[in-house]
C-alpha cells in the first residue's frame, strides 16, 4: 500500500526543495519514493537536486475539475502528491479522499508551505492560507527573510490561540528542515475530520427522523468548506490566488 503526503503551497514558496529534504533525509535509500508535480508548475531551483536523487521518480499530472487523475503508482511506493498551486486547493482536497480510496492508498500527512513575504504582502491571502491550514498537519514556513519577527509570531499566534493542532516549522532558505523524519510521522495533526478513516458524514439538506433529532447519530458534521449553497459556489469561499500573485 502506498502511503501519500499531498502538498500545499503558492507558486515558488519552496515545496520542492521540502519534499527533496523529506526524500532525502527522511527516507531510507532503499525507500523508492514517487513524487507527482502539477503539470502548471514551472521551474524551480530545486529541480536539479530533486531529479538526482537515486530513489525518487519525478512525473507530471494534469488537475481536470473535479476529479484528481488516475495514476500507476509503483508498488510500496511513498508518493509525494504535490498540489497544482493555480487550481483550488478546496476542490483538490475535496477529490483527493476518493482518489486514494480509487487507488488503495493511504493518507500520511497534508503539508501546508506558506510562503510568509507573500502572506505578509498580501493580507487579504489569509482567508487562503487559512483554508489551507485547516486541512493540515504540518506547516512549513518559508521566505522569511525580511520580515519582522513580530508578523512571524503573531502569524502563528493566529492559529495557536485557536487550538490548531497542526506542527508550525521554520524553514531554512536553502529548504532545509529540522528533523525531516519527525515531519514525516502519519500521526494526523490537522483540524479537518474529512480524512479520518471509518467515519461517515452528514449530508446537507438530508432529512432524518424527527426521533433521531435529539439523538447522536455518530456521523461528523459536513466539511465546511465543502457545503455549497443552492447557486453551487461553495459557502466559504477562498480567494483565488491567481489575482494577488505577481505579475511576470
Known sequence: MNSVYFILGTPGSGRRAIVRDLIENGLAPEERALVLLANKEGADPADVRLAGLPNAEIRRWTWHEPALPPVDLPPGAT?????????????????????????????????????????????????????CIHFADVVFLTHREGLANKWLSDFIAHFKDQRYPCHFVQVKARGDLPTPLVWLDPTARRVSQYFDEGEAYEIEGLETDDEEDDEDTGLLPPEPYFVRLSSGRREKEVPDLRDYLPRK
Open 79 to 131: 508518493v509525494f502528491l504535490v498540489a497544482d498551486s493555480l487550481a483550488s486547493p478546496i476542490d483538490q482536497l475535496e477529490a483527493l479522499k476518493p482518489w486514494l480510496a480509487e487507488h488503495g492508498a493511504t493518507l500520511a500527512r497534508i503539508f501546508c508551505v506558506v510562503d510568509c513575504q507573500l502572506a505578509e504582502k498580501q493580507p487579504v491571502l489569509r482567508q487562503w492560507f487559512d483554508a
